[in-house]
């Protein structure tokens, strides 16, 4: 069967190009090279040089001309690469034009993110995903990687033209076998989204508030969730260290319940495909009641970050939800002019440190103060007879004290709004003016 070929485990120094099609955005071409030296970095390949091209008119079989071409091969050479990393999408012609031209292994930055979530991948929906993105990149560019076969032969056998019969014929099995796993694939990662939809709406039925974390890769997310749910999940200061949805609950100040839920790390230039493959994952952001925008506050880029995750927000239909704004790694900022100018940007804006600590307690307070209209402090008087109402009470709210008075129950408990209406009768009068004064 057909398997994505995994080149980052093939090569051991590269070569980074962007290409530049106007002077106003060779900043911005920059920044985005110096963005994939992370990415390429972070699957252990060493970087030798980066290149930014100038390109006047794009050619359609190098985007650049034949002589600049030549001239950035024989640099590759010069410094010993085996890999030639475009940050420019390259279409399947281009790449085997660029293998075929230098002899080493072409990939761009799309090639680049999908192979950095397959090494990340854990949980079989990350997995499925992650698959489905590679199937769906791999199968335009298959003759390209059975480009070996047309060298096979030799001697009185044929010569080349039977191998390349042989490659054809075998590139054809794949592509069939690639495009049943794709329909196979989002099959499974339908079954995935019917699981997860059954899960909400478990949620919904208990009433239980949800929120999303959001944000820039290597913000600090995990770390935040990990800080504030006292949960395991992966961390690390490395780019898409979260693939796995992860979700955990905390329980607020009016003693309501949050489920909080980690998402992937979004990043410039996204490959629209992984937007796609990964809208599973990203629901938790498009249903959630809120969204927790963390922003890394020792950041350079931190305004280009905040933009490219409103953008792919505003691509899943997430970004009229309403956001709470966090910058975290405060304490990796000693300059306090770069805090007054964060300020200024970003009027409102929570500062935290997941690390230390620092803001967590008036980030809670917040998110107590977005939901107080959902739920509400009540005193209940109930006949020990009763068993099935204070059964409910404990179900769906959370009772925070308990006495007991004659034949009576007298619940203090947070319930929700929608209950409120079905126990009025039990109701200690007066009560509800009482904790309302609080």
């Known amino acids: 069967m057909f398997e994505v070929r995994e080149k980052p485990e093939m090569v051991e120094k590269a070569m980074l190009i962007g290409f530049c099609f106007d002077k106003s955005e060779e900043a911005e071409t920059q920044l985005l090279l110096t963005e994939l030296e992370e990415l390429v970095d972070t699957l252990g390949i060493g970087v030798t040089g980066i290149e930014l091209v100038r390109v006047r008119d794009t050619n359609k079989r190098f985007i650049c001309g034949t002589g600049k071409a030549d001239e950035l091969v024989e640099l590759a050479r010069a410094r010993g690469c085996d890999c030639m990393v475009f940050d420019n999408e390259i279409s399947p012609m281009q790449q085997r034009n660029w293998e075929e031209l230098s002899d080493m292994t072409v990939i761009d930055r799309e090639e680049v993110i999908l192979d950095i979530f397959a090494k990340r991948a854990r949980t079989k929906e990350a997995r499925l995903q992650v698959d489905l993105a590679r199937m769906q990149y791999a199968l335009p560019r298959m003759a390209r990687m059975w480009g070996h076969l047309d060298r096979e032969g030799g001697g009185g056998t044929g010569g080349g033209g039977a191998s390349r019969g042989m490659g054809e014929q075998q590139i054809e099995i794949d592509r069939r076998l690639a495009r049943k796993r794709i329909s196979r694939l989002k099959a499974e990662l339908e079954e995935v989204r019917k699981q997860r939809a059954t899960q909400r709406k478990e ?71 992984l937007v796609e493959s990964f809208k599973a994952t990203l629901e938790e952001a498009i249903l959630a009641d809120f969204l927790i925008h963390v922003l890394d506050a020792s950041s350079h880029e931190i305004v280009d970050h905040y933009h490219t995750t409103r953008k792919v927000l505003g691509e899943l239909g997430a970004d009229e939800k309403r956001v709470i704004i966090v910058l975290n790694k405060v304490d990796r900022v000693s300059d306090p002019a770069i805090l007054t100018g964060l300020r200024a940007d970003f009027p409102g804006a929570f500062e935290t440190s997941a690390v230390t600590g620092q803001g967590l307690e008036d980030l809670i307070a917040r998110f107590t103060g977005l939901l107080a209209d959902r739920v509400k402090k009540l005193t209940y008087r109930i ?45 200690e009068e007066g009560a509800d003016r009482e904790e309302e004064k609080e």
């Open 203 to 273: 949620r919904q039925t208990n009433n239980v508030a949800t929120a999303a974390i959001v944000g820039y890769t290597n913000a600090g997310k995990s770390t935040l969730l990990n800080k504030l749910a006292g949960a395991d999940v992966m961390e690390a200061d490395m780019l898409f260290a979260t693939l796995d949805p992860t979700t955990r609950r905390i329980e607020l100040e009016n003693g309501q319940d949050l489920l909080l839920s980690d998402t992937v790390g979004f990043v410039r230039n996204l490959p629209h495909r």
């Open 383 to 427: 006949p020990q007879a009763r068993g099935d109402v204070s059964g409910l009470i404990y179900r769906e709210g959370k009772v925070l004290e308990t006495e007991y008075e004659g034949n009576d129950i007298i619940l203090v408990a947070i319930v929700p709004n929608s209950l409120e209406g079905q126990l009025g009768e039990f109701l």
